[in-house]
């Protein structure tokens, strides 16, 4: 007999998110929902002990006073999501571009005219550390509060030496004193700031020559992302600075074919990314040289609807063709302001085609691969971290048929219950 610190019972659903494939879920395994019906989850301090029907949990553990008892009764519960591809460290919100955007300019030419990347870009050098910290904790108790338990969080508004560390300390720093679990990624490529704008060789040699090896040697990120676009870092660039960065022991990211069809998918192949992501602009060699080097491909839905566009990428092709799929918000100030998962699950299922099946997985375990934290979360499995929420509905279908409004009762984050406004309701 184990003793429980927290036991959750009679869930209506409860989705495991466990299957047969190992690696991430591709194809008809997008649909491995690892559903037990009345199921029950044991947990153990921070960590998953026993899942399963619940006469079979509550057969093998031993309740005490000290057990926390939740009960699920026509609830469903899922993994905490995992948002692989976020840049939540920012200063000024930019509601004046997006009206400008309605209005009929384009991402770029307000890039063009000194707004977009730039002007957040100046405004968080203006600011201190601590500054930066006390701005970027409402956005994450909002992620929370919206069931995500991981993300990856970008460096790319300091775009020098130091203000890229002081984001990546800051990234650290929230790390430490927010529930969330942050996984940092360092994107000094993620435009060429002003005073580089005629010497454009030499802000890429400050990037490989000075930046890369200083966030290595400091262990500030995990991950190298670059943003491979037409008039930001081309596909020669872009090889160049990820090159160095593998060398360096990150493992790489990139955005890719978002507004055109650059190529950045095959170089992301090439070069043996983790993820690519964004990829409205992907073509059919893309996806063939992506499955074949095992590069997840990162879909944001977000940002296109954030940015009035037309264009989605190709889910239902992708998956059509073995690619395996995950989904992220691309929280960021420029073109996808919000910190909601179950609103990207929304526009994954009405605008890229994707079931309610496809974006759960696709939101859950596989973006935990594409964050490459498939041992700690991402399912709802023996020794994983307790990261659990528990949702005010009857069939997980709801939850992007029901959109725009939170649904969920509560959430759990390393097998604390996170107090929610709407615990208790329904
Ligand atoms: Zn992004």
Redesign the pocket.
């Known amino acids: 007999m184990k003793s429980v610190s927290l036991l959750i019972q009679n869930a209506r659903q409860l989705l495991t998110l466990r299957s047969d494939q190992t690696g991430p879920r591709t194809g008809k395994h997008l649909e491995d929902l690892g559903m037990v019906e009345d199921g029950s989850v044991a947990v153990s301090e921070d960590k998953i002990i026993l899942v399963g029907k619940t006469k079979e949990v509550l057969e093998q553990i031993k309740i005490d006073k000290r057990t926390k008892v939740i009960d699920a009764r026509d609830k469903v519960i899922l993994p905490g999501f995992v948002d692989c ?3 939540p460290v920012f200063v000024n919100t930019r509601e004046d571009e997006f009206e400008m955007r309605i209005k009929g300019k384009s991402y770029q030419e307000i890039a063009a005219s000194g707004g977009g990347i730039k002007s957040s870009v100046k405004a968080l050098r203006s600011k201190s550390k601590e500054e930066l910290v006390q701005l970027a904790l409402p956005r994450l108790d909002r992620m929370l509060s919206y069931g995500t338990t991981t993300i990856e969080a ?1 460096s790319g508004y300091g775009l020098s030496v130091a203000d890229e560390i002081k984001m990546l300390e800051v990234i650290a720093k929230l790390n430490r004193i927010h529930p969330i679990d942050l996984i940092p990624t360092f994107l000094g490529a993620h435009e060429i700031p002003e005073e580089y704008k005629n010497r454009r060789k030499d802000y890429i040699k400050l990037i490989t020559e000075k930046m890369i090896p200083e966030v290595a040697k400091r262990k500030l990120a995990v991950f190298c992302d670059i ?1 491979c676009e037409k008039g930001v870092f081309d596909i020669e660039e872009s090889r160049k600075i990820l090159t160095v960065a593998k060398e360096h022991g990150f493992k790489l990211k990139l ?1 890719a074919d978002q507004l055109s069809p650059l190529g950045g998918a095959k170089l992301a192949a090439e070069l043996g990314a983790v993820s690519a ?2 990829l409205e602009f992907i073509d059919d060699e893309g996806i063939r040289m992506m499955k074949k080097a095992g590069v997840i491909g990162v879909l ?1 839905p977000g ?1 296109c609807f954030g940015l009035g566009l037309k264009e989605y990428p190709p889910a239902k092709k992708m998956i059509a063709k073995g690619l395996p799929v995950a989904l992220a918000t ?1 929280f ?1 100030p420029g ?2 302001m919000t910190e909601s998962m179950p609103i990207i699950l929304s526009l994954a299922c009405l605008m890229m085609k994707m079931t309610p099946t496809e974006a759960i997985t696709a939101s859950t375990i596989n973006s935990a691969y594409a964050v490459d934290k498939t041992k700690e979360v991402g399912s709802i499995e023996v020794g994983k971290k307790a990261d659990l929420v528990i949702w005010n509905v009857q069939n997980y279908k709801e939850i992007p048929y029901h959109y725009g409004v939170n649904l969920i009762n509560q959430v759990i984050k390393d097998g604390k219950v996170i107090p929610s406004p709407l615990a208790g309701e329904g």
């Open positions: 591809h976020t840049h970008k943003f955005h992501d964004h944001l940002a691309d960021n073109s996808s």
